[in-house]
């Protein structure tokens, strides 16, 4: 009876591990995520911006369910680059693509897309090969019971798919390569026109169509969608003018990709608004970022900023999205300087800025006094 007891308690052991590991597995492996779509924490869902120190950056990349907005340079269209590289992105991963831009035939920006640089995914597979001969032999030297390595086993495999995952969440894309055409092809693109547009009813309609294939439901496995709309006010749309009707269709875009697995990116040139709609603008936005072109041959940024050589522009990020959170997103720094790696990538990076005139205190301009006065007193705010 002893004995009995004994085998049945290691029976019961042995089925209580199994259980234990296999639902384990399951529920893993029961909420997979599509192509390009990140988990993050308090439920959040993440897309790549198409460049990975913005995805860092912004804590994941842009939340699925938001709207980004991108203040516009009047002086460079470097917002382009952000857009290119979204886009990009969105079709690299198969995700459907919405594009709206003030231009007759929006269908030919496609052909400036960036293509992704050349993929590592094949010595990504060497290293995991690799990775698993030299696990596989130093199980042997281990000599692990067969029973248990197994699940050790499983966990190096789920753990390798997760970095393998993790790579292709966001790419490099070359700027000086355009996408392939086979991939323009195959993908789910839909253009728009707001050139001469007299209203925004149109692209409304269109956007409200897109999203409602796209559904939000629990378990993220859907695959997401994504749109963006190039210089929204700009004067050669036929609507120019009527803010309020802008402000609206804002709103109302907002609400529906709230309620959807898609983002929104809107680039808008904001030295047409006035201030009062420049500032509703900003404040629908869930995302906000404005990018500065850099003036050539600047030679008194040239001796503040090391590495000036390099820059196109700078980036600044105003505001981060945020759910199921009332904590703010406080970055360690919201200006970066804009970058071409190899006159190809897009690279963010922090800005580096020596003391002026060898003083280690800040100047006068970086004052946190909110008085324009230069002999204010230290009271004001």
Same mark, same amino acid.
């Given at each position: 009876? +002893?004995?009995?007891?004994?085998? *049945?308690?290691?029976?019961?052991?042995?089925?209580?591990?199994?259980?234990?590991?296999?639902?384990?597995?399951?529920?893993?492996?029961?909420?997979?995520?599509?192509?390009?779509?990140?988990?993050?924490?308090?439920?959040?869902?993440?897309?790549?911006?198409?460049?990975?120190?913005?995805?860092?950056?912004?804590?994941? *990349?842009?939340?699925?369910? &938001?709207?980004?907005?991108?203040?516009?340079? &009047?002086? =460079?269209?470097?917002?382009?680059?952000?857009?290119?590289?979204?886009?990009?992105?969105? @079709?690299?991963?198969?995700?459907?693509? %919405?594009?709206?831009?003030?231009?007759?035939?929006?269908?030919?920006?496609?052909?400036?897309?960036?293509?992704?640089?050349?993929?590592?995914?094949?010595?990504?597979?060497?290293?995991?090969?690799? *990775? &698993?001969?030299? =696990?596989?032999?130093?199980?042997?030297?281990?000599? #692990?019971?067969?029973?248990?390595?197994?699940?050790?086993?499983?966990?190096?495999?789920?753990?390798?798919?997760?970095?393998? !995952?993790?790579?292709?969440? &966001?790419? $490099?894309? $070359?700027?000086?390569?355009?996408?392939?055409?086979?991939?323009?092809?195959?993908?789910? #693109?839909?253009?728009?026109?707001?050139?001469?547009?007299?209203?925004?009813?149109?692209?409304?309609?269109?956007?409200?169509?897109?999203?409602?294939?796209?559904?939000?439901?629990?378990?993220? !496995?859907?695959?997401?969608?994504?749109?963006?709309?190039?210089?929204?006010?700009?004067?050669?749309?036929?609507?120019?003018?009527?803010?309020?009707?802008?402000?609206?269709? @804002?709103?109302?875009?907002?609400?529906?990709?709230?309620?959807? !697995?898609?983002?929104? @990116?809107?680039?808008?040139?904001?030295?047409? %608004?006035?201030?009062?709609?420049?500032?509703?603008?900003?404040?629908?936005?869930?995302?906000?970022?404005?990018?500065?072109?850099?003036?050539?041959?600047?030679?008194?940024?040239?001796? %503040?900023?090391?590495?000036?050589?390099?820059?196109?522009?700078?980036?600044?990020?105003?505001?981060?999205?945020?759910?199921?959170?009332?904590?703010?997103? @406080?970055?360690?720094?919201?200006?970066?300087?804009?970058?071409?790696?190899?006159?190809?990538?897009?690279?963010?990076?922090?800005?580096?800025?020596?003391?002026?005139?060898?003083?280690?205190?800040?100047?006068?301009? +970086?004052?946190?006094?909110?008085?324009?006065?230069?002999?204010?007193?230290?009271?004001?705010?």
């Amino acid at each position: 009876m +002893a004995a009995a007891a004994g085998v *049945g308690g290691q029976a019961l052991g042995r089925s209580s591990f199994s259980r234990a590991a296999s639902s384990k597995t399951a529920s893993s492996s029961s909420s997979p995520t599509a192509s390009g779509v990140k988990l993050g924490p308090n439920g959040a869902a993440f897309v790549s911006s198409g460049i990975p120190d913005l995805d860092s950056i912004l804590g994941g *990349g842009f939340l699925l369910g &938001s709207v980004v907005m991108v203040m516009e340079d &009047s002086d =460079a269209p470097h917002h382009l680059l952000l857009l290119r590289a979204f886009m990009a992105q969105g @079709i690299v991963h198969k995700q459907p693509l %919405l594009f709206a831009a003030p231009m007759k035939e929006p269908r030919t920006f496609l052909g400036a897309l960036p293509a992704p640089v050349a993929s590592s995914k094949e010595d990504v597979r060497q290293r995991a090969v690799m *990775g &698993s001969g030299d =696990a596989r032999a130093s199980d042997e030297g281990l000599r #692990i019971a067969w029973q248990y390595r197994k699940y050790f086993g499983d966990e190096r495999t789920s753990s390798a798919e997760h970095r393998d !995952n993790k790579q292709e969440f &966001s790419n $490099d894309f $070359d700027l000086r390569k355009p996408l392939e055409r086979h991939l323009l092809n195959a993908q789910h #693109i839909e253009c728009v026109s707001t050139q001469d547009a007299a209203s925004l009813s149109d692209l409304q309609d269109r956007c409200s169509t897109f999203i409602s294939r796209h559904p939000r439901k629990d378990g993220g !496995n859907l695959n997401a969608g994504r749109i963006a709309i190039q210089s929204l006010c700009a004067p050669q749309c036929g609507y120019f003018g009527k803010d309020w009707d802008m402000v609206s269709f @804002i709103r109302s875009l907002k609400a529906m990709v709230r309620a959807s !697995n898609a983002v929104a @990116i809107i680039t808008f040139p904001y030295t047409v %608004l006035s201030d009062s709609f420049c500032k509703r603008w900003q404040h629908l936005a869930d995302t906000l970022m404005s990018i500065k072109a850099i003036p050539d041959e600047d030679k008194d940024l040239a001796k %503040l900023l090391t590495g000036y050589q390099d820059m196109v522009g700078f980036l600044h990020v105003h505001k981060v999205a945020q759910t199921n959170s009332q904590v703010p997103v @406080i970055l360690e720094a919201s200006t970066f300087s804009l970058k071409l790696r190899k006159r190809r990538s897009l690279v963010l990076e922090r800005l580096n800025q020596a003391p002026v005139d060898g003083s280690s205190g800040p100047s006068s301009g +970086a004052s946190g006094s909110c008085s324009s006065s230069a002999q204010s007193s230290q009271l004001d705010f």
